[in-house]
Nanobody, 119 residues
Framework: QVQLVESGGGLVQTGGSLRLSCAASGSIFSFNAMGWYRQAPGKQRELVATIIIGGGRTNYADSVKGRFTISRDGAKDTVYLQMNSLKPEDTAVYYC????????????WGQGTQVTVSS
């Protein structure tokens, strides 16, 4: 069983920065990817960023490229999302996830952390 604990959300003005953290408890060495989704009110959940656990390859939604950076500390089983140049449209609940690409696939989710960007 894997548990994910997120931190770092909050209220920030347009153009500001926040760093989200997601710490995994339980072994994730056999998992394949970690990352972040977000969900704004009335909208579908959106994939924001992914990092491949073996190798470190990253992928971003077009809406955050050049502004957000995902990274991972393997020793701490923690993934980070550095968010710069924040915009009001970045306002959402951000959810951390870890996924194993098995059949069936396993995905564990964090509880979510609110990010609010004021204009």
């Amino acid at each position: 069983q894997v548990q994910l604990v997120e931190s770092g959300g909050g209220l920030v003005q347009t153009g500001g920065s926040l760093r989200l953290s997601c710490a995994a408890s339980g072994s994730i060495f056999s998992f394949n990817a970690m990352g972040w989704y977000r969900q704004a009110p009335g909208k579908q959940r959106e994939l924001v960023a992914t990092i491949i656990i073996g190798g470190g390859r990253t992928n971003y939604a077009d809406s955050v490229k050049g502004r957000f950076t995902i990274s991972r500390d393997g020793a701490k089983d923690t993934v980070y999302l550095q968010m710069n140049s924040l915009k009001p449209e970045d306002t959402a609940v951000y959810y951390c996830y870890v996924q194993k690409w098995s059949i069936p696939a396993y995905t564990y989710w964090g509880q979510g952390t609110q990010v609010t960007v004021s204009s």
